[in-house]
């Protein structure tokens, strides 16, 4: 299938939004998120009504290099809620889109998620900022998914990408993304990741982000199911942005009858010769 950047334009959407997004107490570093249970986690947040900027009619150039994230079309005919065909078909289609995107050598795609604010139907969306991985977890993941010649691939560079799709339509909680620029290593709360049932906790980390008012914040309002929104969690070349923390969040602009938000996501490993 064919991919394509989208390309920043003028939409009837406002240029920007008012909204809330949660962040996390600078003090609750060391916390746990339980997947869960979200609402359970040990981490404090805190809320603030932040502008969150339409990408769609910015004439600024957004790009995964300078910024973390882009937005391509990647349209592609499969049922995501069935996810025996998403890994059958889908795991080569999100290589596919990677290695065009950034040149890689080799991708790893993993840990696919189906989210929905109906519970029948996926995981509920992830409400408060946050970075899925830190390095270490990235790495821990290569030699889970990779044991075999894990050495090797540990040795190249490796940007560890999440790839965010509608089901259908999004008319209701977007997904915001943080300008991986305008992140400073002091924003960010290191998390451990867990489960509640148990008080387990995994070998994985990642980051949730304290509120710093130099974020830039940006959506793509009414995105399609032929739109992919690239975004980085880790990149190794640690002078590059990439730490693009995100959120769904309540757009006041929705409609009340929008239908509910129902997406996809998978993320990636890719490695650079």
């Known amino acids: 299938m064919s991919m394509t950047l989208t ?3 003028q939409t009837e959407a406002d240029p920007f939004v008012e909204a809330v997004i949660r962040f996390t107490d600078p003090a609750s570093a060391g916390a746990v998120l339980h997947t869960d249970d ?4 040990t981490f404090q947040l805190i809320p603030k009504t932040v502008r969150i900027t339409n990408a769609r009619a910015t004439t600024e150039p957004l790009s995964l290099e300078a910024n973390g994230f882009t937005l391509v079309e990647a349209p592609f005919d499969i049922d995501f809620l069935d996810h025996a065909q998403v890994e059958q078909r889908y795991y080569p289609e999100a290589q596919r889109i990677v290695r065009e995107l950034t040149g890689a050598s080799e991708v790893i795609a993993f840990l696919d998620l189906v989210r929905s ?47 965010w799709r509608p089901i259908r339509p ?35 980390a990642g980051f949730n982000l304290a509120y710093n008012p130099g974020q830039r914040w940006f959506y793509y309002p009414m995105m399609r199911p032929s739109e992919v929104l690239a975004f980085k969690i880790y990149d190794s070349a640690m002078e590059r942005p990439h730490l693009a923390a995100h959120t ?26």
């Open 38 to 41: 979200h609402e359970s986690s």
């Open 248 to 273: 769904a969040f309540v757009d006041p602009t929705s409609r009340p009858d929008a239908p509910t938000r129902l997406s996809h996501e998978i993320r990636t490993i890719a490695f650079f010769d």
């Open 170 to 204: 999004v008319e209701r909680m977007p997904l915001a993304v943080c300008d991986a620029s305008s992140v400073s290593r002091d924003d960010l709360v290191r998390t451990i990741i867990g489960h509640k049932e148990g008080d387990q906790k995994t070998p994985y």
């Open 117 to 163: 604010e109906v519970r029948e139907e996926g995981i509920e969306p992830a409400n408060n900022a946050h970075v899925d991985f830190d390095g270490p977890s990235v790495e821990t993941w290569v030699r889970a998914l990779r044991p075999d010649d894990a050495e090797r691939l540990l040795g190249k560079r490796m940007v560890n990408m999440n790839l």
């Open 7 to 9: 390309r920043s334009s």
